[in-house]
């Protein structure tokens, strides 16, 4: 009986976990696998058998009480723990086995990731990867990612980081027809007289500023125009339409570039700078699956 009690509360108290860290009955009963109905029941009775509140609930929001922040700062961490102990388990097999957790920018996937995963997975059937797609710089310990991808300019220095990706640049561009109309920006300063398309940050809802520099010389420019958006798709889909003037990473304009749909202008302004890094917390134990994905990931870097 005691050891259908010690299930019972493990199971209850990974119920809690997923639902303080997201904050969410919806995101969390989706990640565990569960009805939402079932997920609430669960925690009330946890609450219940406690004899204290854990969360707050509203029609819109889930927080949490004091009591909650408590038993979340430990109970998470000895349920990872106990996760990382039984994924670590994976290094016995013959194979690597597991799943393999990463939150990444869009460009990050498609310009870094994607490409190794697609030669790497078939290899490896026993390995599944999971790619969390946001531009807003996820916490990956929050989130329970195994590790993230940015650039090196933005990395935490309290995280194993290890470069993935070649030297990166940005690119001002716009169309042939956009220019003749309105001219072409020889210098920074020249754009506040355009039409620029502008991209919202999604960590703090700020406009990307422009960053320029030529022969130790920097220039920012806020860019403004008649588009903003927080998807670089659609900035790229309006510059392709001729709607003003976009600066992103130069790959997202690559084929635009080379077809001749797009024109680039203020190139020498546009230095390169560090390209993409996988990172991870330094106490994390990394499986077989993960070490497997970090050096298939080291290697073609030192192909770059």
Known sequence: MAADNQRDTIRDLTAFVAVARALSFTRA??????????????????????????????????????????????????????????????????????????????????????????????????????????????????????????LGEHLAHDMIATRIGADQRMAVVATSAYFAEHGRPRTPEDLVAHNCLAYRLETRGNIYVWEFEKDGREVNVRPHGQLVSNDPDQLLFFALAGLGIACMQESYFAPALADGRLERVLEDWCPAFEGYYLYYPSRRLPTAAFTLVLDALRKEAKSL
């Not at 009963?29 to 997920?39: D, F």
């Not at 990731?113 to 531009?135: G, H, M, S, T």
Request: net charge neutral; hydrophobic share 45%.
């Open 29 to 150: 009963a989706a990640r565990l696998g569960v009805s939402q109905s079932a997920l609430s029941y669960t925690i009330k009775a946890l609450e219940e058998r406690l004899g204290v509140r854990l969360l707050t609930r509203t029609t819109r929001s889930v927080g949490l009480t004091e009591a909650g922040e408590r038993l979340l700062a430990s109970a998470g961490l000895h349920l990872d723990g106990i996760e990382q102990a039984l994924a670590g388990l994976s290094s016995y097999r013959d194979r690597p086995a597991g799943t393999v957790r990463l939150a990444a920018s869009d460009h990050a996937a498609s310009s870094v990731l994607n490409p190794v995963f697609a030669r790497l997975l078939p290899q490896y059937p026993e390995i599944k990867v999971e790619l969390v797609i946001d531009n807003a710089m996820t916490d990956i310990v929050s989130e329970r990612c195994d590790a993230g991808v940015r």
